[in-house]
Nanobody
């Protein structure tokens, strides 16, 4: 069982930056594929960024070059550095942990990010 707790959301002006953190409990954190998803009002949840156990990353086209996902396995934490934020980045951001070989899938409770002047 893995519990995920996000933090770092808030209100920021367009062009600003935020760093989200997701702290995970439990053992074997390093084997999980970690990801950030987001869901805006009236829209489906979408993948923002993913980092696998080896450190390889991939990003949604809409955030490529602006967002960076990273992980610190010693701290059981994954981060999302968000720069050059736009109003369309406004959403609830969710942390996700997956281990596909045995179909493990966990979600955090979400953290609100609002980009507005």
């Amino acid at each position: 069982q893995v519990q995920l707790v996000e933090s770092g959301g808030g209100l920021v002006q367009p062009g600003g930056s935020l760093r989200l953190s997701c702290a995970g409990s439990g053992t074997f954190f390093s084997i999980y594929t970690m990801a950030w998803y987001r869901q805006a009002p009236g829209k489906e949840r979408e993948l923002v960024a993913r980092i696998i156990s080896t450190g390889t990353t991939n990003y949604a086209d809409s955030v490529l070059g602006r967002f960076t996902i990273s992980r610190d396995n010693a701290k059981n934490t994954v981060y999302l550095q968000m720069n050059s934020l736009k109003p369309e980045d406004t959403a609830v951001y969710y942390c996700n942990a997956q281990y596909n070989p045995i179909a493990l899938n966990y979600w955090g409770q979400g953290t609100q990010v609002t980009v507005s002047s």
